[in-house]
C-alpha cells in the first residue's frame, strides 16, 4: 500500500495481533485494580487511574483494530502469497 493512502489510525498502531491488545488491557486492568485497592499510605491514586485508563484504551483500540483486520484479512492476517502479488503490482 502506497504511504499516501495509509490512514492515521494505521500508522498510530500499525499491524498488531490480537495477544498484543489483550496484553495492553492486561496491563491497564491490573493499574486499575492498584488504583482501587489502594495501599495505605499511597498517595498517587489519581496517576493510577490515569495510567491505568491510557493502557486499557490502547488496548481497546489495539483490539479493535487486530480483530477487524483478522475479519477482513488485512494487516498481520493477510495472506502471505496476497501480499506478495500486491507488493509486485505496486513496482
Avoid: K
Avoid at 498502531?13 to 496484553?23: D, K, L, M
Avoid at 481497546?60 to 502469497?81: H, T
Amino acid at each position: 500500500m502506497a504511504g499516501s493512502q495509509r490512514s492515521i489510525g494505521r500508522w498510530i498502531v500499525g499491524w498488531p495481533r490480537i495477544w498484543v491488545g489483550c496484553g495492553w488491557c492486561v496491563i491497564g486492568l491490573a493499574w486499575l485494580a492498584l488504583a482501587v485497592f489502594n495501599v495505605p499510605g499511597e498517595d498517587r491514586l489519581v496517576s493510577r487511574y490515569v495510567f491505568g485508563g491510557f493502557f486499557l484504551t490502547t488496548g481497546i483500540v489495539y483490539l479493535v483494530v487486530a480483530v477487524r483486520d483478522r475479519r477482513l484479512g488485512l494487516g498481520r492476517y493477510q495472506d502471505p502469497a496476497a501480499a506478495f502479488r500486491h507488493q509486485q503490482s505496486d513496482s
